[in-house]
């Protein structure tokens, strides 16, 4: 894994990656510490529910998706934002195509290595 992402990204020249129907991703910047990453949802795609170690806090850019967050379920809209705690059950629905900013830390190495 590289250290750390370049300075600047650009979004014509990094590439996609498609980790789910529906749903692609691409990261924008990162090193050991912090991650963002883009994440484009089709209407009705499903970001399964899931958990990882990292810290988690998303921003909705655009679109409206149906958040889980261990029991708890909301209906998030362009503005609106979410946090998961480590190892926390997570996952969404997007009953608007639109698109997701997260960041994580420490960075995602499993993005990484697709």
């Not at 029991?71 to 934002?81: R, Y």
Request: hydrophobic share 40%; net charge negative; charged share 25%.
């Amino acid at each position: 894994m590289k250290a750390r992402s370049e300075s600047f990204q650009f979004d014509k020249e990094l590439k996609w990656e498609k980790p789910a129907p529906g749903i692609r991703r691409q990261v924008m910047g990162y090193d050991a510490q912090l991650m963002v990453v883009k994440v484009e949802f089709e209407k009705g795609a499903v970001g399964t529910m899931h958990e990882h170690p990292h810290s988690q806090a998303t921003y909705v850019a655009s679109g409206k998706f149906e958040l889980t967050i261990g029991e708890k379920k909301e209906i998030l809209s362009v503005g609106d934002g979410y946090y998961v705690a480590p190892n926390e059950l997570h996952g969404c629905l997007c009953l608007e195509a639109g698109v997701l900013i997260d960041t994580f830390s420490p960075v995602r190495e499993d993005f990484l290595a697709i």
